[in-house]
């Protein structure tokens, strides 16, 4: 595959996802016109934006074991790619509610959407729960579709479900503000981000126990990374850019990384203005911007930052040497690159 590997499987997730959808359309049409509200929800989400980050580690996956790629493992990557999108559609649809997220990827989030067409905030609710039940279902129809080597397809099934049992079980420890925050990050990021879709790519490419095992040495550290990438997007991040509104997790009270970190660092004072905006939504933008600078002048953005540093190295360690494909370790080394330098 050319140097546009990633356009490629981005572009192939997409049309993977639209042609799915134009089925599920249909289908929905066949059991009443209003079932097609909940398959339209989930369509418009997933297809509003995204990164396609976990098809692209599911790709970087496959070509990190196979000597002799092909069209074949190229087309199950593209499936199992959009069905991890759609898994993702569900988990952050009932995340959003959750957490009282009005908008998500520049848009409003699905319950926000049902609530203002249907003028009731329950029903809105609802028929978000709904949805997210549907892209679920969804996601696990397209693994069933998914072709794995024979040897694998067993291991396979059960990834997937560890994978999504896991991000569940980590979402339950960050609405309890679990420490260290590091587990809840190994759990509910690190599972369905990067050590579960590298694994499943792998496991297309038929790989074997040495090299699953290297990827999971690669994803660990990785999978952590992505949030605390997040968690300093989170803060410090353009709006325009993350799609969503500036000091969105101080107002939202999010015990992220920087929040961890900044409660051993700051002095009284500095822990007062911090107050004055963390999990407030009524915060104003001048405590909002005062919260920010605390952060970075206390030196918890620096140690958040040295921290993802420290994981991104520790990735990259775990890859040489190994036994993993050289073309494929090349793929796993721009992946990183990508979650280290996003700027959403």
């Known amino acids: 595959m050319?140097?546009?590997?990633?356009?490629?499987?981005?572009?192939?997730?997409?049309?993977?996802?639209?042609?799915?959808?134009?089925?599920?359309?249909?289908q929905a049409k066949r059991l009443t016109p209003r079932a097609i509200e909940l398959v339209e929800a989930v369509s418009e989400f997933t297809m509003r934006g995204g990164k396609r980050m976990r098809a692209l580690a599911i790709y970087a996956g496959y070509r990190s074991v196979s000597q002799n790629p092909s069209d074949a493992g190229f087309e199950a990557v593209i499936n199992l790619g959009a069905s991890i999108e759609l898994l993702q559609s569900y988990l952050l649809m009932q995340d959003d509610w959750m957490d009282g997220d009005d908008e998500r990827r520049g848009?409003?989030?699905?319950?926000?959407?049902?609530?203002?067409?249907?003028?009731?905030?329950?029903?809105?609710?609802?028929?978000?729960?709904?949805?997210?039940?549907?892209?679920?279902?969804?996601?696990?129809?397209?693994?069933?579709?998914?072709?794995?080597?024979?040897?694998?397809?067993?291991?396979?099934?059960?990834?997937?479900t560890d994978m999504h049992f896991e991000v569940v079980c980590g979402q339950q420890l960050d609405l309890l503000g679990h420490e260290p925050v590091s587990l809840m990050h190994h759990l509910k990021t690190g599972s369905y981000t990067v050590r579960g879709p590298v694994r499943l790519g792998a496991l297309i490419g038929d790989a074997d126990e040495a090299q699953l095992a290297a990827l999971e040495r690669f994803g660990r550290p990785l999978g952590i990374a992505f949030q605390?990438?997040?968690?300093?997007?989170?803060?410090?991040?353009?709006?325009?850019?993350?799609g969503k509104p500036a000091?969105?997790?101080?107002?939202?009270?999010?015990?992220?990384?920087?929040?961890?970190?900044?409660r051993t660092l700051l002095s009284p004072q500095d822990r007062e203005r911090l107050d004055q905006a963390f999990g407030r939504r009524d915060a104003s933008a001048e405590a909002i911007a005062n919260a920010v600078e605390v952060l970075d002048r206390s030196g918890a953005r620096a140690h958040v930052e040295a921290r993802l540093a420290a994981q991104l190295a520790e990735a990259r360690e775990a890859l040489h040497p190994s036994p993993l494909?050289?073309?494929?370790?090349?793929?796993?080394?721009?992946?990183?690159?990508?979650?280290?330098?996003?700027d959403r």
């Open 107 to 160: 848009g409003p989030a699905t319950h926000a959407a049902f609530s203002r067409r249907f003028g009731d905030a329950k029903l809105g609710a609802s028929l978000a729960i709904l949805a997210s039940d549907i892209a679920a279902g969804f996601a696990f129809e397209l693994l069933h579709d998914t072709k794995f080597p024979a040897r694998t397809a067993a291991a396979a099934h059960v990834a997937f």
């Open 2 to 26: 050319s140097n546009s590997w990633t356009e490629q499987v981005i572009e192939g997730v997409n049309a993977r996802l639209a042609s799915f959808f134009a089925d599920k359309h249909a």
């Open 247 to 262: 000091g969105h997790d101080l107002r939202e009270g999010k015990n992220t990384a920087l929040i961890a970190e900044a």
């Open 228 to 242: 605390l990438r997040d968690d300093v997007l989170g803060t410090f991040g353009d709006s325009r850019a993350t």
């Open 325 to 342: 494909v050289n073309e494929g370790i090349a793929l796993l080394h721009e992946l990183m690159d990508r979650i280290a330098l996003r």
